[in-house]
C-alpha cells in the first residue's frame, strides 16, 4: 500500500469514526425538546453547508478520485503521521465534548428545554471545544490529503462557518444565561486555552 493510499484511507476512516461517534448523541438530542430555535435559518443552513463542503465533499472526491490532480503533491511519512495522531485527538476531544454536552448538544444554534450552561471538563478553558475540535479535523485533513485544494478546503470550510457563526452562537448564550455566560466568557477563551 502506498503512503497516499495509506493517507486517503486514514482521513477516510477518521470521518466514519466521527460520524459514528455523533449517533448516539445525535439520537439523545433529537428527544430533547428546543426552547429557542430563532437562530435555526437559512443562513445557518448555508454555512453548514459551506462546512461540509469543505470538511466532507471536496476532500471525498479527492480521496476517491485524486481530482484535482494538477494540485497533488507526494506525501511525507512525517506529515501522515501528524495528520493520523492530530484526527485521533480530534475524535477524542469531539467525544469528550458531546458526551459532557449530552442532551444539550444541537447541530444548529438552539437552547433546549431546561437548558444548563457547561463550563467544566474541556469547558473549563474553553467555550467552544467542539469547534476546537472541527479546526483539529481540518487540521488533519491537511496533512493527510496532499493536494492544495482538498488539503486546506476543510480549514476554509469550517472556518467560514466558524467565524460567521461564534459571535450569533455567543449572544444567544448570553440571552439565555445572562450574568453567568458573561463571567464565564471572562475566563475562559473560544477554542485554544489561554490564547483565543
Known amino acids: 500500500m502506498s503512503l497516499l493510499t495509506f493517507?486517503?484511507?486514514?482521513?477516510?476512516?477518521?470521518?466514519?469514526?466521527?460520524?459514528?461517534?455523533?449517533?448516539?448523541?445525535?439520537?439523545?438530542?433529537?428527544?430533547?425538546r428546543v426552547a429557542d430555535a430563532r437562530h435555526r435559518n437559512l443562513r445557518e443552513m448555508i454555512l453548514l453547508s459551506i462546512s461540509t463542503l469543505g470538511l466532507g465533499i471536496i476532500p471525498a472526491i479527492y480521496a476517491a478520485t485524486g481530482f484535482p490532480k494538477f494540485a497533488a503533491y507526494p506525501p511525507t511519512v512525517f506529515q501522515v503521521v501528524a495528520g493520523v495522531?492530530?484526527?485521533?485527538?480530534?475524535?477524542?476531544?469531539?467525544?469528550?465534548?458531546?458526551?459532557?454536552?449530552?442532551?444539550?448538544?444541537?447541530?444548529?444554534?438552539?437552547?433546549?428545554?431546561k437548558h444548563e450552561l457547561i463550563t467544566s471538563g474541556v469547558y473549563e478553558k474553553v467555550r467552544h471545544p467542539m469547534y476546537s475540535a472541527f479546526f483539529l479535523w481540518a487540521l488533519a485533513q491537511l496533512l493527510l490529503l496532499p493536494n492544495f485544494i482538498a488539503g486546506p478546503a476543510g480549514l476554509i470550510g469550517f472556518g467560514i462557518l466558524f467565524f460567521f457563526r461564534v459571535g450569533r452562537e455567543e449572544q444567544m448564550m448570553r440571552e439565555a444565561f445572562g450574568a453567568e455566560y458573561d463571567a464565564y466568557a471572562r475566563r475562559t477563551k473560544r477554542v485554544i486555552p489561554g490564547i483565543y
Open 7 to 32: 493517507a486517503k484511507i486514514a482521513w477516510a476512516v477518521g470521518v466514519v469514526s466521527w460520524y459514528v461517534l455523533r449517533i448516539p448523541f445525535e439520537r439523545k438530542a433529537k428527544r430533547q
Open 85 to 113: 495522531v492530530v484526527f485521533a485527538g480530534s475524535l477524542l476531544l469531539f467525544w469528550r465534548t458531546h458526551r459532557q454536552l449530552g442532551k444539550y448538544w444541537s447541530v444548529t444554534l438552539e437552547i433546549k428545554d
